[in-house]
């Protein structure tokens, strides 16, 4: 059986991963520097016509007024451009309300710089999230049997340029993945549904999601900016509550059943080992009684429930015999 993790992409090794974020701090380390220099430039330039409105006022050519002119535009400015990208999100950058590009990875993050305002960033959260996959109100099996559902589709935004121009991308994988189990519940009989595993029921809904995903040319919904990461189905049950009640019932004697059959099996095993000691079998059973229903109990004069008077007394009567079997053969 092919596991859900065979559908998904693998991560990229951890040294590429760290070559690249190596990369992208470098990158915004260079943003910086360039909308420094940028800023200071800009600030120098627009010094050159104020030194006419700094005569008119008497200030004159002071290189003074100038250097305060040109230090507080271009931090002004600079810090205008200055964006800081929380942890977790990815930066997409925007050329006069445009996205610059149609795919990539985005700006890390970080601080990074852009000229305002012909170009800005946007944030967009890529944390890897869950979104809400349960059906209650159930899907029909095979056998035209409601069954209900709770679980999760673990995803995170891996093009945030890609993200940005689908609507509702998450909302469309969710309903998919609904989709999805319905298909899986209707290959499958009420009781099979119940009773079925819940880790091959998720990986079985995994394949089928991303059949259709890739079926419609959207590989993990890469097209929708998307990565699609482990689906978890971790509980199934009957929507009709008197047929979950049977079904829990059943379960419930078929563990009622093993457990007496173990019990059965210990009361003969220490039934032998009393007949084996010498011990008639009516006083074997006796005596693997008290000791299945109560380990390391022994024999006494209290009247055993639902023992004949006759039997209790010889029981009473050869009580010590069989404790003189206990110390030197019973286990």
């Given at each position: 059986?092919?596991?859900?993790?065979?559908?998904?992409?693998?991560?990229?090794?951890?040294?590429?991963?760290?070559?690249?974020?190596?990369?992208?701090?470098?990158?915004?380390?260079?943003?910086?520097?360039?909308?420094?220099?940028?800023?200071?430039?800009?600030?120098?330039?627009?010094?050159?016509?104020?030194?006419?409105?700094?005569?008119?006022?008497?200030?004159?050519?002071?290189?003074?007024?100038?250097?305060?002119?040109?230090?507080?535009?271009?931090?002004?400015?600079?810090?205008?451009?200055?964006?800081?990208?929380?942890?977790?999100?990815?930066?997409?950058?925007?050329?006069?309300?445009?996205?610059?590009?149609?795919?990539?990875?985005?700006?890390?993050?970080?601080?990074?710089?852009?000229?305002?305002?012909?170009?800005?960033?946007?944030?967009?959260?890529?944390?890897?999230?869950?979104?809400?996959?349960?059906?209650?109100?159930?899907?029909?099996?095979?056998?035209?049997?409601?069954?209900?559902?709770?679980?999760?589709?673990?995803?995170?935004?891996?093009?945030?340029?890609?993200?940005?121009?689908?609507?509702?991308?998450?909302?469309?994988?969710?309903?998919?993945?609904?989709?999805?189990?319905?298909?899986?519940?209707?290959?499958?009989?009420?009781?099979?549904?119940?009773?079925?595993?819940?880790?091959?029921?998720?990986?079985?809904?995994?394949?089928?999601?991303?059949?259709?995903?890739?079926?419609?040319?959207?590989?993990?919904?890469?097209?929708?900016?998307?990565?699609?990461?482990?689906?978890?189905?971790?509980?199934?049950?009957?929507?009709?509550?008197?047929?979950?009640?049977?079904?829990?019932?059943?379960?419930?004697?078929?563990?009622?059943?093993?457990?007496?059959?173990v019990q059965t099996a210990r009361r003969r095993e220490q039934a032998q080992q009393y007949i084996n000691m010498g011990a008639s079998p009516d006083l074997a059973v006796i005596a693997a009684q008290t000791d299945v229903e109560k380990p390391h109990a022994s024999i006494s004069a209290t009247a055993l429930p639902g023992i004949p008077g006759a039997i209790t007394a010889a029981a009473n009567a050869l009580a010590e015999a069989?404790?003189?079997?206990?110390?030197?053969?019973?286990?």
């Open positions: 059986m092919t596991s859900t993790t065979s559908t998904t992409p693998e991560e990229p090794p951890a040294w590429v991963q760290m070559e690249e974020e190596a990369a992208q701090a470098a990158m915004s380390q260079i943003s910086i520097l360039v909308g420094a220099v940028f800023s200071l430039l800009l600030a120098l330039v627009l010094d050159l016509p104020m030194r006419h409105l700094f005569a008119l006022i008497g200030l004159g050519d002071s290189l003074l007024v100038n250097g305060v002119f040109v230090l507080t535009v271009g931090s002004l400015y600079f810090l205008w451009g200055l964006d800081n990208i929380p942890i977790g999100f990815r930066g997409v950058v925007l050329f006069l309300g445009r996205r610059l590009l149609r795919n990539g990875k985005g700006l890390s993050e970080g601080y990074q710089w852009t000229p305002q305002p012909i170009m800005f960033i946007r944030q967009v959260d890529c944390k890897p999230k869950s979104i809400d996959i349960s059906d209650e109100e159930g899907a029909y099996t095979s056998d035209g049997v409601l069954i209900a559902t709770n679980g999760i589709q673990r995803l995170r935004v891996g093009g945030p340029y890609r993200f940005l121009g689908v609507d509702d991308a998450v909302l469309s994988l969710e309903r998919l993945a609904r989709q999805a189990v319905r298909i899986v519940m209707k290959q499958k009989t009420a009781v099979q549904a119940r009773n079925a595993d819940k880790k091959d029921f998720s990986d079985e809904v995994a394949r089928v999601l991303h059949a259709q995903l890739y079926s419609t040319n959207n590989p993990n919904a890469v097209m929708w900016g998307l990565n699609t990461g482990t689906t978890i189905i971790d509980d199934i049950w009957a929507v009709d509550e008197k047929l979950e009640a049977a079904w829990a019932a059943q379960v419930r004697e078929q563990a009622e059943g093993v457990a007496e059959a069989i404790k003189g079997w206990s110390g030197s053969g019973r286990k």
